[in-house]
């Protein structure tokens, strides 16, 4: 397990999809994957990417009222999304404790909304706009992704 961040920049809605399958690929059941990043940089097609991966959907959209929206199973892909977030007791409605650490793999929109509950084992992404449809995604690894995962998802990206 490394702690090392690993930078990538997508070209297109599709390069970011295809970055999220391979990414699914290779997190771990019980995986907590949180994305932080201003509107409209790439959050919900990351997840598009890895839901088609672990689901086979060709499309989601973010959960609105009930904040969660479960994909699949064996591991479900649980997306989450806590822009609308209302306050802290909305998480303990949500049973933030299951849903962050289960046997699933759950990915959370604007996480930082939820930053003291989230668990220390994640990987977490940081992404930026890099100009027109350019992105600048920034993972960090913490503790949750085996070595040598930068040239997993480098060669999956370049393929
Ligand atoms: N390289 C790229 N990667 C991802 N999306 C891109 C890229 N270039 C352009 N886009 C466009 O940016 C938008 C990203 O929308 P998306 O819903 O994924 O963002 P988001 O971060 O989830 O936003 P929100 O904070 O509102 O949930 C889409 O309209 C998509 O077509
Ligand atoms: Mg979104």
């Known amino acids: 397990m490394t702690n090392a961040a690993w930078v990538v920049q997508t070209a297109s809605p599709g390069e970011t999809q295809r970055l999220g ?3 699914a690929g290779l997190l771990p059941r019980g995986a907590l994957v949180a994305l932080r990043g201003d509107l409209a ?7 598009a990417g890895m839901a088609k991966r672990l689901a086979e959907l060709d499309y989601v959209h973010s959960p609105t009222f009930t904040l ?6 064996d591991p479900a892909l649980l997306h989450v999304d806590l822009y609308r977030l209302g306050g802290p007791d909305e998480l303990a ?12 793999i759950c990915v959370v929109e604007w996480a930082e909304r ?11 992404i940081f992404l930026e706009h890099a100009g027109h449809d350019l992105r600048r995604l ?15 998802l ?6």
Request: one cysteine or more; a negative charge; glycine letters at 6%.
């Open 21 to 23: 399958a391979a990414l």
């Open 41 to 47: 940089t790439g959050k919900t097609c990351l997840v």
């Open 68 to 73: 969660v929206n479960q994909y699949g199973e």
């Open 93 to 104: 409605d949500l049973g933030y404790a299951e849903l962050f650490d289960s046997d699933n």
């Open 114 to 124: 939820a930053e003291s509950l989230l668990p220390e084992r994640r990987l977490d």
């Open 138 to 152: 920034t993972l960090q690894n913490r503790a949750l992704l085996p070595r040598g995962w930068q040239e997993q």
């Open 154 to 159: 480098e060669s999956a990206v370049l393929r």
